[in-house]
């Protein structure tokens, strides 16, 4: 039902390596989010966006950089991957749907790094 | 935001009513009870909400109490793929400035048993 992706869906990758887990959404929803989920744990919000050029720190502190050029787009960096970056990624998006708002979730990606 | 209580498992049996309780003893007037779940490692996804008035869609029921602090979620034929976690989440309806920064807290854990 919801119009948001993420790729890739799972990635392997060595440590000290760059990395961008990607985001779309085609709802022309204006806040992003990003979650960080460990197996069997709690979701934690790492990075929100309110709209273009605009993006903040969630609760849970993140070595993670986030961007926001494009309202549709909202990719996640990790300048050098470590061991301790391991962790399921997922994009949500919020829109307005009959005078409430709604998280709307793409698949996520689930990170290991090595 | 409220905070809200929930067991942290249940089971079902396949074909019977899976009623998930929760608790928000603190919930303010112009809070909204909403409930999503988790399917494995997926993204969550937005079951129903309401404000007081008891809700029902084609994925559920939500039965609010009068004094507006306790909320149960009703599947009315649960199968075997609504073994998921469940979330139970008191929040303003709309954000005017900001970002719905949900906090999906541990849940409740549903097996539904053949």
């Known amino acids: 039902e919801a119009d948001i992706y993420q790729t890739p869906r799972y990635l392997v990758i060595g440590t000290g390596k760059k990395i961008t887990l990607e985001c779309s959404q085609t709802?022309?929803?204006?806040?992003m989010y990003w979650y960080q989920q460990d197996p069997g744990m709690e979701l934690h919000l790492i990075h929100y966006s309110y709209g273009v050029n605009s993006t903040e720190k969630g609760d849970l502190s993140s070595e993670s950089t986030v961007s926001r050029i494009r309202t549709e787009h909202f990719p996640l960096t990790l300048e050098s991957a470590r061991p301790s970056h391991t962790s399921q990624y997922l994009c949500?998006?919020?829109?307005?749907?009959?005078?409430?708002?709604?998280?709307?979730f793409g698949s996520g990606t689930q990170l290991s790094v090595l | 935001d409220a905070k809200t209580t929930q067991p942290p498992s249940m089971d079902c049996a396949e074909g019977r009513a899976a009623n998930l309780p929760c608790n928000h003893s603190?919930?303010?007037?112009?809070?909204?009870v909403y409930w999503y779940r988790q399917i494995h490692s997926q993204g969550p996804q937005y079951i129903i909400h309401?404000?007081?008035n008891n809700e029902t869609n084609e994925m559920a029921s939500l039965i609010i109490t009068e004094d507006r602090k306790s909320s149960t979620l009703i599947l009315p034929h649960a199968t075997l793929r609504d073994t998921a976690v469940y979330y139970c989440?008191?929040?303003?309806?709309?954000?005017?400035?900001?970002?719905?920064?949900?906090?999906f807290g541990q849940g409740t854990r549903l097996t539904i048993n053949p």
């Open positions: 309401g404000l007081k």
């Open positions: 949500a998006s919020s829109g307005r749907v009959q005078s409430n708002e709604k998280l709307f």
């Open positions: 603190t919930i303010s007037g112009n809070e909204y």
């Open positions: 709802m022309g929803h204006d806040k």
């Open positions: 989440i008191v929040r303003v309806a709309l954000i005017i400035q900001g970002a719905q920064k949900l906090v």
